[in-house]
């Protein structure tokens, strides 16, 4: 019931009246379901009584004004109806079976896609803290065990009782004491078995939800490294360690599977033992068999009318309790969402970009402190200095010094724990977006994606704003034009995974030419031209230098030539900064 609620309260409220149709739609099932059941035993009785339509004269008159009046077509007639019953029966179920589906897709589709709009929008410290493997499972399972895997099984759930308590009601009318006295043992056997279960399956759920994620993390950590992996000759490590956690992931499921089989041999048991038991105990008593074979003949039909649907509710509450430890896990997240999409903000996550900050003077780096959430110490402390519009600043100092942390509070991605960083005055934490959009960015590895050179350049931009002419005059400041030209499909070329049809140094340049197609106010670099040969570096660095004055350049880098052009350094060492003019 517990779980009921919780799920009920992700939905919106537009899914909450159409999971009420639903569960209207599933209990009217249920209710046929039960009919279609109980449906069979007046046939049979009917075909049994040869004598039955004498005996019910005022049925027999009825009957007779629609020309049946022999016993045999009466069950022909009786057959009839019962088919026309089946088959109305089956398509009401399939029509609910597509509500069903429809009502999980369109509800796994929306969440499953905000969730990844959630972690696309989460600010960059949580992507800092968080493995892309667990957030990867997320976004892949989150939506689906809420939707498939808590939800539907919950509502079958109240469906399977009312279909019971229904076949329950019939079987009163055909033996009131036997049926109470039975439901009442069945009850209490289904109560102790899923008290008795559900703590292990609870705990099976949980390890099964762990080792989800650590298989993905040994994939991503192994296939993401295959160069690595192949060279150090660590296939067999990683090999070992995905199949260490799928081993726990299978042993939880196979646990899982193994106690929700239980049940249902118990039940069997019981049931089977407890009927037997009493045809012993009555011979025992002095009964003649022949006496007993009434009482055992009701007892039989009730038990195992009710016992199918026992399983079915036990299953049901199983599938529930593995699933529920990754949906209480993922609970408040999709609470979040179900907010978002009904105050109509959902669209606002991704916001379309903002309207830049103006920037023609300065760039005030103002007493800035920073220190990771988990970090011992501040890697920034009281860093000051001005960067007028249009110059060319060097950043350099030792590895680890804090030069990239100090580039990601430029770039709006880390906040500062102290101090601020001011545009013209304007505070960039005031308007983000609004500084990003003067902003671009190379960093020292480019991620490509898996598409061509023209995609991965004008990077996300739709085609109907593309520009060939911004392309080409890109691909040509970073030195790329001419290895373009002279492949057969040119930026149409596929660039492969993560570029992996590209050297390093055209990664690179494919990275600088993606920065300047957007025609940048600041270009940010971060040993954006280390993996070039010098002549290429210098050539880039030149064309770059060409834009100085123009857009105003932060630029991390260890080369000496990369830095001749530069109109001052900022050198970071342990934490402070200086000033060095060239
Ligand atoms: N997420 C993090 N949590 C805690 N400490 C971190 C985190 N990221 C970086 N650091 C620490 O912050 C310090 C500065 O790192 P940063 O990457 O800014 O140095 P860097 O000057 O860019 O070094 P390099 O030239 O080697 O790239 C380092 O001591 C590093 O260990």
């Known amino acids: 019931m517990r779980s009921l ?5 992700i939905l919106t409220k537009e899914q909450k009246k159409y999971c009420i149709g639903l569960t209207i739609a599933m209990l009217i099932g249920g209710t046929i379901e039960a009919v279609g059941i109980g449906a069979i ?25 629609i020309g049946i009046t022999t016993h045999s077509h009466f069950v022909v007639l009786c057959a009839l109806c019962l088919i026309i019953i089946y088959i109305v029966k089956n398509i009401y179920l399939g029509w609910q079976s597509r509500m069903q589906i429809n009502f999980v897709m369109k509800g796994q589709t929306l969440f499953a896609g905000e969730l990844f709009k959630t972690y696309l929008s989460r600010p960059y410290i949580f992507h800092v803290n968080h493995n892309t493997a667990i957030l990867t499972r ?6 689906t065990t809420a939707f498939a895997g808590v939800l539907i099984p919950a509502l079958q759930l109240v469906t399977e009782v009312v279909a019971v308590f229904i076949i329950w009601v019939m ?25 008795a279960f559900r703590k292990k399956i609870v705990e ?31 296939e067999a490590y990683f090999a070992h360690e995905y199949i260490k956690g799928y081993t726990r992931f299978g042993e939880a499921n196979r646990k899982f599977s193994l106690l929700n089989q239980m049940p249902r041999l118990l039940i069997e048991t019981i049931v089977v033992t407890a009927l037997l038991l009493l045809i012993i105990i009555k011979i025992c008593q002095g009964y003649n068999p022949m006496d007993i074979v009434p009482l055992l003949g009701v007892l039989a039909l009730v038990a195992f009318r009710l016992m199918p649907s026992a399983n079915r509710i036990i299953s049901i509450t199983n599938t529930i309790k593995f699933q529920i430890a990754f949906f209480d896990y993922m609970y408040d997240e999709l609470c979040e969402i179900r907010n978002r999409l009904e105050s109509g903000k959902a669209d606002l996550l991704l916001a379309e970009p903002s309207e830049k900050i103006p920037f023609s003077k300065e760039l005030l780096v103002d007493h800035l402190v920073f220190k990771y959430p988990e970090g011992q110490h501040e890697v920034l402390q009281d860093v000051s200095f001005t960067v007028p519009k249009g110059s060319f600043v060097g950043v350099v100092g030792p590895s680890g010094a804090g030069k990239t942390t100090f580039v990601d509070i430029l770039l709006g991605l880390l906040t500062p724990t102290a101090g601020k960083i001011t545009v013209d005055g304007v505070d960039i934490q005031t308007n983000i977006r609004g500084w990003q959009a003067n902003l671009s960015y190379v960093p020292q590895s480019i991620y490509l994606i898996d598409g061509t050179i023209k995609d991965n350049v004008a990077l996300g931009v739709a085609p109907e704003d593309f520009d060939e002419e911004l392309l080409i005059r890109a691909l040509k400041m970073a030195e790329l034009y001419d290895f373009v030209e002279e492949l057969p499909k040119g930026i149409e070329t596929m660039v492969g995974e993560r570029g992996v049809k590209l050297s390093g140094g055209q990664r690179q340049r494919i990275g600088i030419a993606r920065a300047l197609y957007y025609k940048p106010e600041v270009l940010v670099l ?19 230098l060409k834009l100085k004055g123009q857009i105003t350049i932060i630029a991390i880098a260890h080369r000496v030539s990369t830095l001749e052009a530069c109109d001052f350094k900022v050198k970071f060492e342990a934490g402070k900064a200086t000033i060095l003019s060239k």
């Open 526 to 544: 971060d040993e954006a031209t280390s993996a070039l040969d010098n002549e290429t570096e210098k050539s880039i660095t030149d064309t770059i």
């Open 5 to 9: 609620i919780k799920i009920f309260s």
């Open 41 to 65: 035993l007046p046939l049979i009785y009917i075909m049994g009584e040869p004598n039955w339509l004498d005996q019910n004269k005022n049925v027999g008159k009825l009957l007779e004004a």
């Open 204 to 234: 099976q759920g949980i390890i099964q939800n762990k080792y989800a994620g650590e298989m993905g993390r040994w994939i991503n950590q192994g296939l993401g490294s295959i160069k690595e992996t192949k060279v150090l000759e660590k």
């Open 171 to 195: 079987l009163v009318i055909v033996d009131a004491f036997t049926a109470i006295v039975v439901a009442g043992f069945l009850a209490i056997i289904l109560w102790l078995l899923i008290k």
């Open 138 to 143: 997320n976004v892949s399972s989150g939506a």
